[in-house]
């Protein structure tokens, strides 16, 4: 699932008929200010070759243009990982924008500290592309991702199935919601359950339906946009 949602702006309306419209030309103008930069940085050389391999199944290009990543933007990625998108945002946005890849801390000697350190030592070891990218340590139990209304958008992969099974999605939708600027995207991909699987089931497969994770960051105080 790709899921855009936005936190809701106050007394935010727009006149009937004019949504698609004006959708449209925001569509538009994003592309012409965007795109090219986009495709530079996802055409970049610097790419692992295994990363590149991904690109037909995981259209970088189409998903972060849906979000509207705007080479300006204050965009923070939740749990990157080994850092597959990292090397394309942390380029894309280096020259007018900002990138902070944000991790949950974790025991010195556990898998996930070795990746952190890793994306850490990839940023160090190539500051052409990453001297301005930035990394926030977080507490996976009670999130916080920096002074509140920072950002202009927040992406997460294919990790809310990670929250979901550990009972403390809630708490992430939250810091989501507090760090994001009002009118700010959030930018949700994770596998997809059939609708009206059961949430034993889902914690189990690690595939969620689209109603809980709307669910989540609707009660969070998002709304969805577009998926």
Known sequence: MVLALTASVAGCASMPGTRAQAAAEVDEAWAEANGPLLAEAIAGPWREASNRARDPYRHPQQTLAFFRVGSRSRVIEISPGAGWYSEILAPYLRGSGTYIAATASAPADSAAAKRNAGLKARFAGNPGLYDRAQYLEYDGKAPSLGAPGSADVVLTFRNVHNWVAGDNAEAYFKAFYDVLK??????????????????????????????????????????????
Not at 197 to 220: F, H, N, P, Q, W
Request: no cysteine.
């Open 182 to 227: 009002p009118g700010g995207v959030l930018g949700v991909v994770d596998h997809r359950a059939k609708p009206g699987t059961s949430l034993e089931t889902m914690k189990k497969s690690g595939y969620l339906t689209e109603d809980l994770v709307i669910d989540l960051a609707t009660r969070a105080g998002f709304r969805l946009d577009a998926s």
